[in-house]
């Protein structure tokens, strides 16, 4: 019998890979969550729970998973989302995802705590093509209204179209791995975006994370407050002040209730990101595709709604599509696939993601995106037996 081909076909078989390819400070980084990691255990086990209704006697002899979103064109519904030093998990890093997203026609967010500056992440891809969207910048307010006005005005002038606010991150949530293994980046590689921040040091955020008392949390805020997070933010005035300082749309990510879908909303922002962090803030929140369809129902299609949170098959982006998303994101599943191999690990990660989104599509008899709808979901009875609608 001939040895079985070595070239992963599941996104398990490029985290199996990206696992051992990586150090163990490195992985257990990426791969861990706050507290007991309730929610980002649940961010990928609540699928099970999402049963498909599939209908049959379609004619699905041509599959379209191309869509849009903010204008602009996507070969399907998948995009990467922002995740911190990427040059530790491949040489390439940032700019590796980055060329890989555009390459099969998708779109990459790149993250504030970036090891690569924006503007080198930018000059390293080639012009979109007429109707494909360029890359997004991921802000964290910080304390600074001058450093965070700087970022927002070096973001503008490179290039990027979208500003991307964070907005659950007014402290770090409680990651147990960080405090007992601080991860630390070697000399050669820095924040990137804040270059005040230096390799081998630990970021403000965590510096608060670490302090054992309210006297040490009280020092630390009062000496690093201009780059820690700013935590005076509130609706009606952190919206009008980004809209004064660009033209970029603006898209908040962090929304896991229908209250504050109305209020993203009623402030006018371009789109909103349901997420819960990986799992990585509050521990004990809902898994994000729990919450879509409440965040969908109360936004009613007044803006798009994008979805991050434990998708690992392509069957995972239709039933999100199903609850109203109207673009998905994949975060470590792209730093999975930059370990592995590059900027082909990457490409590779989201060509499977697309071929089993696509496959998914035949076999439910939806030809296109919008033929995805709610209906062909259903849910395990109370009783245990039976199929309810969802």
């Not at 922002?82 to 491949?90: D, E």
């Not at 780059?227 to 933010?233: A, Y």
């Amino acid at each position: 019998m001939p040895p079985a081909d070595p070239t992963p076909i599941t996104i398990a078989d490029i985290k199996e890979l990206a696992r051992r390819r990586l150090t163990n400070e490195v992985w257990e980084y990426y791969i861990t969550g706050s507290d007991d990691q309730k929610s980002a255990e649940r961010n990928e086990s609540i699928y099970e729970k999402v049963m498909l209704r599939p209908r049959v006697l379609r004619d699905v002899s041509l599959i379209d998973t191309t869509t849009t979103l903010l204008g602009k064109h996507y070969a399907f519904p998948i995009a990467i989302a922002p995740s911190a030093y990427q040059k530790l998990v491949g040489k390439g890093g940032e700019i590796d995802v980055c060329r890989a997203s555009r390459k099969v026609g998708s779109n990459y967010i790149l993250s504030s705590n970036a090891t690569t500056s924006m503007e080198d992440v930018m000059g390293a891809i080639p012009p979109p093509e007429s109707g494909r969207p360029n890359p997004w910048f991921q802000l964290y307010f910080l304390g600074s209204r001058e450093i965070t006005k700087e970022l927002i005005r070096r973001a503008e002038a490179a290039g990027y179209e979208a500003l991307v606010l964070t907005v659950d991150t007014a402290v770090m949530g409680n990651r147990l791995h960080e405090r007992k293994h601080p991860l630390k980046l070697p000399p050669n590689l820095s924040m990137a975006n804040l270059t005040t921040i230096k390799g081998g040091g630990a970021s403000k955020g965590r510096l608060l994370l670490n302090a054992r008392t309210a006297a040490e949390a009280a020092t630390v805020i009062a000496t690093n407050s201009d780059l820690l997070v700013d935590r005076t933010l509130v609706w009606g005035e952190v919206i009008p002040w980004i809209r004064a300082h660009t033209t970029m749309k603006i898209v908040i990510k962090g929304i896991l209730t229908a209250e504050d879908a109305i209020e993203a909303a009623k402030a006018g922002v371009d789109a909103i990101v349901v997420s819960n962090h990986g799992g990585r803030q509050l521990d004990g929140v809902p898994s994000t595709l729990e919450v879509l369809p409440e965040v969908v129902d109360a936004v009613r299609g007044r803006l798009p709604v994008i979805f991050d949170g434990g998708i690992t098959r392509g069957s995972d982006v239709f039933k999100a599509l199903a609850l109203g998303a109207d673009m998905c994101l994949v975060g470590r599943t792209a730093l999975w696939g930059l370990a592995y191999d590059g900027q082909r690990g990457v490409e590779t990660a989201l060509h499977i993601l697309e071929r089993e989104l696509s496959r998914t599509m035949a076999l439910m008899g939806a030809n296109r995106i919008k033929d995805i709808t709610r209906a062909m979901l259903g849910r395990e009875r109370q009783d245990r037996f039976g199929i309810a609608k969802l």
